[in-house]
């Protein structure tokens, strides 16, 4: 079984940051790309950044230039930073692992549990 485990949300001000973390764990032998999605409050979830393993990153353009994904020293971890937070990036934001090689069972794409990101105006 594979474990996303998402966590550095909470509360900040307008133009503050935080930090999200996410590490996978299990029998994984390798993952494609790990990314970060969110979704607020009646809307549908979108993407946020992603970050193959062999290090390509892609931003919505929404966050082009404030937030920055990146892979951790640690395997199968990755981390969001984001700068110059808006009202409008408040969310649950989601941990995705696409392409997850399990030893001897095939791929499949997992998902952490959300954390709540919520900046005031």
């Known amino acids: 079984q594979v474990q996303l485990v998402e966590s550095g949300g909470g509360l900040v001000q307008a133009g503050g940051s935080l930090r999200l973390s996410c590490a996978a764990s299990?029998?994984?032998?390798?993952?494609?790309?790990m990314g970060w999605y969110r979704q607020a409050p009646g809307k549908q979830r979108e993407l946020v950044a992603t970050?193959?393993?062999?290090?390509?990153?892609n931003y919505a353009d929404s966050v082009k230039g404030r937030f920055t994904i990146s892979r951790g020293n640690a395997k199968n971890t990755v981390y969001l930073q984001l700068n110059g937070l808006k009202p409008e990036d408040t969310a649950v934001y989601y941990c995705?692992?696409?392409?997850?090689?399990?030893?001897?069972?095939?791929?499949?794409?997992?998902w952490g549990r959300g954390t709540q990101v919520t900046v005031s105006s």
């Open positions: 299990g029998s994984i032998f390798s993952i494609a790309a």
């Open positions: 970050i193959t393993s062999g290090g390509s990153t």
């Open positions: 995705n692992a696409y392409r997850v090689l399990i030893v001897g069972m095939g791929q499949y794409d997992y």
